[in-house]
């Protein structure tokens, strides 16, 4: 009864020891990434960049662009009125001397 109870324990700890074996083997598998997986994965991250490289680029000119187009603008807004000032001291110039010279 005794052989028969050490029998039963001894397949008991081979069984177990077997399920440990094969959880460690799992883990093993489940943790590490192979080939194939690791080339799709940056296969993606190159198309994800090369999909959206061209958009923020895109994005960035435009961005740019637009800071220099309305620095442009806020210019020739500052120049106009500049000139409509001279315009006015011209005319100003003008009439004194229409009078001076009426004058004479």
């Known amino acids: 009864m005794e ?3 050490e029998q039963n324990t ?3 700890r081979e069984e177990k020891e077997q399920l440990l074996q ?7 598998e489940s943790n590490n990434l ?3 997986s690791l080339i799709t994965i940056f296969i993606l991250l190159f198309l ?30 500052a120049l106009r009125e500049e000139n409509k000032h001279l315009k006015k001291q011209l005319e100003d110039v003008k009439f ?9």
């Open 48 to 77: 994800i960049l090369a999909l959206f490289a061209p958009k923020i680029y895109i994005r960035s000119n435009i961005y740019y662009a637009s800071r220099n187009i309305l620095h442009l603008q806020t210019q020739a807004d």
């Open 3 to 5: 052989q028969a109870i």
């Open 96 to 104: 004194k001397y229409l009078i001076l010279d009426m004058g004479d």
């Open 34 to 36: 192979n080939l194939k």
């Open 22 to 28: 094969e959880y460690d083997r799992y883990q093993e």
């Open 10 to 12: 001894d397949v008991k």
